[in-house]
């Protein structure tokens, strides 16, 4: 996907929970200029994929005063400062436990190329190994290998199915709702690939 194409999706989705009196989207930060994205990745000898540019040019995470998060239930937006340390710091720790040399864990270790653009336990991330430009969650016991792997564009329209068919939305307080029975394989019919066919 285009930096615009993601923008342009972001935007939306943001227009769409403003609309919905969504709290949280009241906390979401001025974007930061590709200049200074690519010289804070650099500083984590890091390099990332167009979509994640564009992620944090739209905005530079949230502040969270709000105590709603912004894009989406149960998972923070950080600033691209904090994403990058919180990837060298989840990653040292995996040193720091012995366990970044244990072949039998190389597929589940969290890398310093992991960097996190939603939430913080089992965080969605843009894996930066590669140039693909995908977006997958990591869990301690399958890595990124369980969930699935899409571009922003994709996640945000999983966000609007998500909100179309009642899994998410918003209360009267402005604070998210969830309804885990409304999610995609929930019932063992969809996935959340099956969704966005």
Same mark, same amino acid.
């Given at each position: 996907? /285009?930096?615009?194409?993601?923008?342009?999706?972001?935007?939306?989705?943001? +227009?769409?929970?403003? $609309?919905?009196?969504?709290?949280?989207? /009241?906390?979401?930060? @001025?974007?930061?200029?590709? $200049?200074?994205? !690519?010289?804070?990745?650099?500083?984590? !000898?890091?390099?990332?994929?167009?979509?994640?540019?564009?992620?944090?040019?739209?905005?530079?995470?949230?502040?969270?005063?709000?105590?709603?998060?912004?894009?989406?239930?149960?998972?923070?937006?950080?600033?691209?400062?904090t994403a990058l340390?919180?990837?060298?710091?989840?990653? +040292?720790?995996?040193? $720091?436990?012995?366990?970044?040399? !244990?072949?039998?864990?190389?597929?589940?270790?969290?890398?310093?190329?992991?960097?996190?653009?939603? %939430?913080? +336990?089992? @965080?969605?991330?843009? !894996?930066?190994?590669?140039?693909? /430009?995908?977006?997958?969650?990591?869990? @301690?016991?399958a890595g990124l290998? +369980?969930?699935?792997?899409?571009?922003?564009?994709?996640?945000?329209?999983?966000?609007?199915?998500?909100?179309?068919?009642?899994?998410?939305?918003?209360?009267?307080? %402005?604070?998210?709702?969830?309804?885990?029975?409304?999610?995609? %394989?929930?019932?063992?019919?969809?996935?959340?690939? $099956?969704?966005?066919?």
């Amino acid at each position: 996907m /285009s930096a615009a194409e993601v923008t342009h999706a972001l935007t939306a989705w943001e +227009q769409r929970l403003r $609309d919905l009196g969504a709290r949280g989207v /009241s906390c979401l930060r @001025p974007g930061l200029p590709l $200049d200074d994205i !690519d010289a804070l990745a650099a500083e984590h !000898d890091l390099r990332l994929p167009e979509d994640a540019r564009a992620v944090w040019a739209w905005h530079d995470g949230e502040d969270t005063a709000a105590r709603s998060p912004a894009l989406a239930p149960y998972r923070e937006f950080p600033p691209l400062r904090t994403a990058l340390e919180l990837a060298r710091t989840w990653a +040292q720790d995996a040193i $720091d436990w012995g366990l970044a040399d !244990d072949e039998d864990l190389a597929d589940v270790i969290y890398r310093p190329q992991f960097v996190p653009v939603l %939430g913080y +336990q089992h @965080p969605l991330v843009f !894996d930066c190994r590669t140039r693909a /430009s995908t977006t997958a969650m990591w869990t @301690p016991d399958a890595g990124l290998g +369980q969930t699935p792997h899409l571009t922003m564009v994709e996640r945000v329209r999983w966000w609007h199915w998500a909100l179309d068919h009642g899994a998410w939305s918003i209360t009267p307080e %402005g604070l998210w709702a969830v309804d885990f029975s409304r999610y995609p %394989g929930a019932g063992g019919d969809l996935s959340v690939k $099956d969704v966005l066919v």
